[in-house]
């Protein structure tokens, strides 16, 4: 056994540390070279560890990190709300070390609970974009930017953090967390300040990744990464020439999707591409009539007419006089078609568990009902009258038991928060029942799917009931978007790097 393994080439400190194959070069392998990496060389003595920076870009700073570990941030005691009050000043200016058991363990939580919790989503029908991470696809992550593998590792700490409310080391994840996002970000603003790099598809997904993670925290910054990716779409040409891209296809649908239902939950005088996005109709149905994501369900005519309905809104909002009849008859128009959508002939085009699908259709139907309504009275487009009020009684009920059957399938219930969010608005007309029961269900939601957006949800939703109002408007302070998405398929993507390197 001895004669074999002198045999062997050796590894470099480098290489072995980071699980990769040494070229063994002497004095220096190549692929430490490649990487911009001193390599530590092969001797018999392992070297000190080092945190490997990018010269002149970033230095340590102790006293920063003495600070952070008494703010304010380490006295909150609440294990619900440490992610979103972690601290997020002076952690950024870190330098992060990105060793091989940063990935392996993302990799391994992926497989072991990310993958399983997605797994039933398949029994809709087949899904490309729920795998396993193999080890191939890992090491190639670990040559990707640094970007996407901070992203990956947030997105995992952050399912970690969900996973581990009770748990002590709970403010310790959410201290990673944020370096990793500073990390993220930082290395991002690098690449969109070189000018061949800074539309690229590994940018696009790596401003996405961060909207992802933005999002599932309740931040406004959300908005932010949006405005960035659509001017770097702009920049390749606009999404029907992007959307030809393999790789960006379903990053494209995540897009699509996080604007359209992030307007929806944002205050009137938030709401923003209204007009593009009914301009894209078209281009919508025609892209997307045949796509199953696993992460938004709503039936493509539903999500058209909600569409329609925050423009408008925001045409209510503007408040042209001479136009008030006419955004009347379009809001019952829209209403009319709603309520004939068939959820049963809707399902009969999917390949798999047509019950669920009905269920899906069902539920979403509903609940793009109830918006029509609250949010369009909320702009005085549809009047506050007696039958409109008796129909969101009984949109609510039928609402709740549609809810009760979808979140006990773990097939569909990671789809229903923005259903859920539908419900708790109608419950601020006095259902204390109905209250218990949504915030009940998105605490849950929030622990299965590993992802505050809803406790943020909650907290909203919490905040509306206690304030005595109870217009749309007035529930929905500032821009949100409720997804309990946590990724992005980047594989294809990372692949893409690898072979080109």
């Known amino acids: 056994m001895l004669e074999v393994n002198e045999g062997r080439k050796r590894h470099c400190w480098e290489c072995l540390r980071r699980c990769l194959v040494c070229d063994s070069t002497k004095p220096a392998c190549k692929r430490c070279s490649a990487s911009d990496i001193v390599c530590p060389g092969y001797s018999d003595v392992k070297p000190t560890r080092l945190r490997w920076l990018e010269p002149g870009k970033v230095k340590v700073r102790p006293k920063s990190l003495k600070a952070l570990k008494s703010s304010k941030a380490s006295k909150d005691n609440d294990p619900e709300k440490t992610g979103i009050k972690a601290a997020t000043g002076s952690i950024f200016d870190y330098a992060i070390i990105l060793p091989v058991e940063v990935f392996t363990e993302p990799g391994a939580l992926n497989n072991t609970y990310i993958y399983h919790d997605l797994v039933p989503i398949n029994q809709l029908g087949q899904n490309p974009h729920i795998f396993r991470i193999s080890p191939a696809l890992l090491q190639e992550a670990m040559t990707s930017p640094h970007y996407l593998q901070s992203g990956m590792v947030c997105m995992t700490l952050s399912h970690r953090m969900n996973r581990s409310r009770d748990h002590p080391e709970l403010k310790a994840l959410a201290q990673k967390f944020y370096m990793y ?48 990716i659509n001017k770097m779409i702009k920049l390749r040409g606009g ?59 709503c039936p493509l005519p539903l999500v058209i007419e909600i569409i329609k309905i925050n423009h408008l809104r925001m045409r209510g909002w503007k408040h042209v006089p001479s136009e008030s009849e006419d955004l009347s008859q379009e809001a019952n128009e829209i209403l009319r078609r709603v309520h004939d959508f068939s959820p049963e002939q809707w399902a009969t085009s999917k390949p798999l568990s047509t019950k669920e699908w009905v269920l899906i259709g069902t539920t979403y139907q509903i609940a793009v009902g109830l918006f029509c309504i609250h949010s369009l009275q909320s702009v005085s487009i549809l009047l506050e009258m007696p039958s409109l009020r008796l129909l969101c009684t009984t949109y609510g009920q039928h609402l709740q038991e549609l809810l009760k059957e979808a979140l006990s399938s773990q097939h569909i219930k990671r789809f229903m928060i923005w259903p859920l969010i539908l419900l708790g608005v109608e419950a601020v007309h006095g259902i204390a029942e109905m209250r218990a029961f949504v915030t009940t269900q998105l605490k849950k939601l929030s622990y299965d ?46 692949t893409g790097l690898s072979d080109t390197t």
């Open 239 to 297: 999404y029907p020439k992007l959307v030809r891209s393999k790789s960006l296809k379903p990053m494209l649908i995540t897009i699509w999707f996080v604007k359209v239902f992030g307007n929806t939950t944002c205050p009137v005088s938030s709401l923003a591409w209204t007009e593009s996005h009914l301009d894209a109709v078209d281009f919508i149905l025609d892209q997307y009539s045949a796509a199953i994501s696993p992460f938004h369900l």
């Open 181 to 228: 996002r500073g990390n993220a970000i930082r290395s991002l603003t690098e690449e969109f300040n070189v000018e061949d790099k800074c539309a690229a598809d590994s940018v696009i997904a790596g401003a996405l990744t961060l909207l992802l993670i933005d999002a599932q925290h309740g931040t406004l910054t959300w908005r932010c990464h949006l405005e960035g």
């Open 449 to 494: 799917v590993g992802t505050y957006g809803p406790l943020t949800a909650n907290s909203v939703l919490e905040s509306f009931w206690a304030s005595g109002k109870t217009l749309w408007d007035d529930c929905f302070d500032q821009p949100y978007a409720f997804t309990t998405q946590i990724a992005v398929d980047t594989s294809q993507i990372i």
